[in-house]
T-cell receptor, first 111, second 113 residues
Framework: LAKTTQPISMDSYEGQEVNITCSHN???????ITWYQQFPSQGPRFIIQ???TKVTNEVASLFIPADRKSSTLSLPRVSLSDTAVYYC????????????FGKGTRLSVIA | DTGVSQDPRHKITKRGQNVTFRCDPI?????LYWYRQTLGQGPEFLTY????????KSRLLSDRFSAERPKGSFSTLEIQRTEQGDSAMYLC???????????FGPGTRLLVL
């Protein structure tokens, strides 16, 4: 599984757009990029997954450049409730593969 | 609410005691995973079931740990002779065969004194 590197922490004010970048230089051809969100005292929650270009859902957008060596999770107009740890995972998720989490990025949203 | 439930949510025990945790996955999910998470770290994989078969175990799963999923529905994780280093959040996740997304429960927080 490709190793990922992401910032340990980020701070943002409410209402701002937050972009969290993840580096994965050794991503393989069949690997997907997946982001999970974890609130304190809860299990991680799937946010978004993509392979290339751009993916958008009701929660976030995921931007993946052509070389796929990095990806950026974009959270529009964050609120205090977006304070959480965000994990970037890269792998060929066949459904029987355990997820490999790094330390994630701790996002703190302040008023 | 992801639909995965875990019981208990919190457990305090003394070193040397045995503890057992339960996970109820989303009803139609045939895959079930156990992870362990310590403070400041991401979850680490422990073991995985497909239906009632335990298909993979991590090196983290020492011989004091045992997991079962007897009827392919709920699962239990038992830790024998607990040690202070076992203090962590134990997370359960489930998924449907053919789909990559794993849905996590709220976890069981274990404190070994």
């Amino acid at each position: 599984l490709a190793k990922t590197t992401q910032p340990i922490s980020m701070d943002s004010y409410e209402g701002q757009e937050v972009n969290i970048t993840c580096s994965h230089n050794n991503i393989a051809t069949n690997d997907y990029i997946t982001w999970y969100q974890q609130f304190p005292s809860q299990g991680p929650r799937f946010i978004i997954q993509g392979y290339k270009t751009k993916v958008t859902n009701e929660v976030a957008s995921l931007f993946i450049p052509a070389d796929r060596k990095s990806s950026t999770l974009s959270l529009p107009r964050v609120s205090l409730s977006d304070t959480a740890v965000y994990y970037c995972l890269v792998g060929e998720w066949s459904g029987n593969t355990p997820l490999v989490f790094g330390k994630g990025t701790r996002l703190s949203v302040i008023a | 609410d992801t639909g995965v439930s875990q019981d208990p949510r919190h457990k305090i025990t003394k070193r040397g005691q045995n503890v057992t945790f339960r996970c109820d996955p989303i009803s139609e999910h045939n895959r079930l995973y156990w992870y362990r998470q310590t403070l400041g770290q991401g979850p680490e994989f422990l073991t995985y079931f497909q239906n009632e078969a335990q298909l993979e175990k991590s090196r983290l799963l020492s011989d004091r740990f045992s997991a079962e999923r007897p009827k392919g529905s709920f699962s239990t994780l038992e830790i024998q002779r607990t040690e202070q280093g076992d203090s962590a959040m134990y997370l359960c996740a489930s998924s449907l065969e053919g789909e990559e997304t794993q849905y996590f429960g709220p976890g069981t927080r274990l404190l070994v004194l």
